[in-house]
């Protein structure tokens, strides 16, 4: 939803607004004069530092390197205030690029040097942007202390601008879970409160949003309307007006005023269009087609979600393109069309597993970082212990060098020193032991967190063993089909026959036509022979197939590559046909006859032959090439679809036997900017949703488990050939 993205940009970049007095940014032209005119070190600081905050929306590169200008500058003249200031912007430079780990660390820089000039202004301000960060890194615990710690001390100063910034960050925060929606709406009226005495309208705006937002999801309509329109008087006509006159649109939608309704729709979207603002476009055109949706307007649902789809992808908005998919599977599942719904559906998981794949890694950057900062911090304090421990040195031999008569001072000063230093090693080893019990911690954090992605691993590798299934179940189908349909045909003829033969019987023994008789049964006989040989045919069918499907236990058998190779590819063809009636690709062997048999582990082999197989019928299907013509003006080639399966008997480099299996089609080729990936996992080169990117890195895996080489040597235009080598044993 907007809103949660808003108020965090509004409380960490509107610093300007909420913080001290300095935070009043003049002209960059007006700036530029003051660095050139000014010989003042802290005026030209404070000019960098403003000058990079300026231009901070338009030209990063730019706002960064005034900026560093200005700590450059502060640091020369030992002006802490404007370090803290400089280090401040930059710490939302950093926010507003996405860099969270930056920020963190350049804010906290600025929080030390606010708290070393004793500034508790700039200290609360601080204490606010780095909960902001935290909210946006997904520690709500860590948010709210610091949003909790800011709110203190403004209330300790009495400023009301930043108590207000406080409890409407801590209502960001309680926003987050249905068990604390109620604190999230006290903090935002208290917010709200705070904001209209001291007539902030900016601020005002935002908190009645954050109002308005949470009644309209308690379905309190009325209220929900009220507030949308007090935060719409406070910003009409500019870019945050997108957000209430969706919010007005979708509410008197679920109010059935649909005329009302739409009128809010178009403001938004005429607003966020004319300022380019693909963003609010995006969530303007997604409430739009809730509202749509509401009325029962399918086709008209649809097209306002693909276009918010095609916008979302352009700007990389994970969130509203997962909205958008979501309702867009829904409405074709409505209007029937359940292939596109379940495309839909699939990019659905896609966007969410990137979204949590995301997550992840900001919570994992967010425990490196946590932990890099205790282990400095520990190192500082160490450091100090070192360096009160040397000055308490230097001092025992001043007392020693003075004061060579008095044997008892010295005698209490050396206790007292050993006293100091035993408090002191305790001191350490409390902290050193604390340290290590928060590192345990993190670190099992860390290791669950791998264990869950070894988890989704193993899943994507099952459900690429399920595709393998999938493809020997239908090609088992396919193959059953004739023996099968050759055991109907002779029972419904048979059938008929001995009708016949019974029907003969009934008559007379002086008109019955015992010739006829005999000659029907000999049919029938013949017919039972052929239904039998047939049954037994299917019989050795699934015999061998369940053979070569069961679950592998790992253990090595004697096994025939020849009659595995023409097995599974007899069945990835029948697949293929089972899936399109449209197939038409030839496919030709050519067996070794002096190769013996191997001890391999056959389901696995089987399963490296079957994936190999099934990518080159499905190239040769997928490939059309143009026809080449000759002299006479007449097609020269004519394209023949072709997989070619051949196992022979070869030398190694090393003088022992190998036997090599290679796989060759006819189709478009690989190209040679990826040849080199294939092999990797999760690689594909497939349309979203038609493989995992693993059926070529398992059987990579395979083969090196078997001790052999698996190889591609593929060219454009022509056709790839797989190789398989394994060493006869």
């Known amino acids: ?59 990063v590169s730019k706002s960064e390197s005034y900026l560093d200008e200005a700590i450059r500058i502060a640091n020369l003249s030992q002006n802490n205030k404007g370090l803290a200031y400089a280090y401040n912007i930059k710490g939302r430079l950093f926010a507003q690029q996405g860099k969270l780990q930056e920020a963190m660390q350049v ?26 960060i935290y909210f946006r890194m997904g520690n709500n615990k860590k948010a709210l202390e610091h949003h909790f710690q800011s709110l203190k001390i403004s209330e300790e100063i009495g400023n009301t601008l930043r108590i207000a910034t406080s409890y409407n960050n801590i209502g960001t925060v309680y926003q987050q879970a249905e068990a604390t929606i109620e604190d999230a709406l006290a903090s935002y009226k208290k917010a709200l409160e705070g904001f209209t005495k001291i007539d902030n309208q900016p601020g005002m705006a935002t908190v009645a949003m954050n109002i308005g937002e949470i009644y309209f999801l308690e379905s309190k309509l009325d209220s929900a309307i009220q507030y949308h329109e007090l935060a719409l008087g406070l910003c009409d006509g500019t870019l945050d007006a997108t957000f209430p006159l969706t919010q007005l649109g979708e509410i008197y939608g679920a109010k059935g005023e649909f005329n009302t ?125 070192d360096t009160e421990l040397k000055n308490a040195a230097v001092f025992n031999q001043r007392i020693i060098i003075f004061t060579a008569l ?14 100091r230093n035993n408090l002191s090693k305790q001191k350490a080893n409390s902290l050193l032991q604390a340290q290590k019990e928060e590192i345990r911690e993190q670190r099992e954090k860390v290791e669950s967190a791998f264990d869950q992605l070894k988890s989704a691993q193993a899943q994507l590798i099952q459900s690429e063993k399920m595709a393998s299934l999938g493809e020997l179940t239908a090609g088992i189908a396919h193959e059953i089909r004739n023996p099968l349909n050759f055991v109907n045909n002779f029972s419904e003829v048979s059938n008929e026959l001995i009708v016949e033969v019974l029907d003969e019987r009934t008559k007379p023994v002086e008109r019955r036509n015992e010739k006829l008789i005999t000659d029907i049964l000999g049919d029938i006989k013949e017919n039972l022979e052929k239904i039998n ?12 197939m369940l053979q070569h499907s069961r679950t592998s236990t790992g253990e090595k058998a004697m096994t025939d590559i020849n009659s595995l190779a023409a097995e599974y590819l007899r069945l990835s063809y029948h697949g293929m046909q089972a899936k399109d009636n449209a197939f038409n690709v030839q496919s030709k062997s050519f067996f070794d006859p002096n190769l013996p048999k191997m001890k391999v582990i056959p389901q696995d082999i089987g399963r490296v032959f079957l994936n190999i197989i099934n990518n080159a019928f499905q190239a040769c299907v997928n490939y059309k090439p143009e026809a080449v013509a000759g002299q006479n003006g007449k097609p020269e080639d004519i ?15 090393a003088g022992g036997l190998l036997a090599q299996v290679s796989i060759a089609d006819n189709g478009p080729g690989i190209p040679e900017s990826i040849k080199d990936k294939i092999f990797q996992p999760f690689f594909t080169t497939k349309p979203t949703g038609q493989g995992t990117g693993l ?23 022509k056709g790839t050939v797989f190789t398989l080598s394994l060493p006869v044993v």
């Not at 820089?109 to 204490?127: C, W």
């Not at 040989?533 to 061998?544: L, P, S, T, Y």
């Not at 051949?646 to 030398?651: A, M, R, Y």
């Open 695 to 717: 059926g070529l890195s398992l059987s990579y895996d395979i083969i090196k488990a078997h001790g052999g080489e698996i190889s591609v040597d593929s060219t454009v235009g």
């Open 1 to 59: 939803m907007r809103f949660f993205n808003r108020i965090v940009f509004f409380s960490l970049f509107q610093i300007g607004v909420f913080g001290f007095v300095l935070a009043q940014t003049p002209k960059a032209d007006s700036l530029l004069m003051i660095i050139q005119n000014s010989s003042v070190d802290t005026i030209k600081a404070k000019a960098f530092a403003d000058l990079g905050a300026e231009l901070m929306g338009e030209d």
């Open 639 to 653: 394209y023949l679809p072709t997989v070619t399966v051949k196992t022979s008997l070869v030398k190694s480099a």
């Open 533 to 544: 040989h047939h049954g037994k045919r299917a019989d050795a069918i699934v015999q061998g």
């Open 406 to 419: 008095g044997g008892l001072v010295l005698f209490i000063a050396i206790s007292i020193f050993l006293f």
């Open 107 to 132: 804010f906290e820089i600025a929080l030390n040097q606010f708290r070393s000039i004793g500034d508790k202004t700039g200290e609360a301000n601080v204490l606010s942007n780095l909960g902001s």
């Open 261 to 385: 309704a739409f009128s809010y729709h178009r403001r938004a979207l005429s607003i966020a269009e004319s300022l380019d603002a693909k963003y609010e476009v995006a969530q303007s055109l997604i409430g739009y087609a809730k509202t749509l949706k509401r009325q029962g307007d399918i086709d008209g649902t649809i097209a306002a979600l693909e276009r918010a789809r095609s916008i979302s992808m352009e700007i990389d908005a994970k969130s509203e393109l997962l909205n958008a998919f979501m309702v867009l599977s829904e409405m074709y599942a409505l209007k029937g069309d359940f292939k596109t719904a379940y495309l839909y559906e699939l990019e659905v998981k896609k966007v969410s597993d990137e979204i949590s794949k995301s997550s992840t890694e900001q919570m994992v950057k967010q425990l490196q970082f946590d932990f890099e900062l205790s282990q400095k911090q520990a190192e500082i304090e160490l450091l100090q212990k």
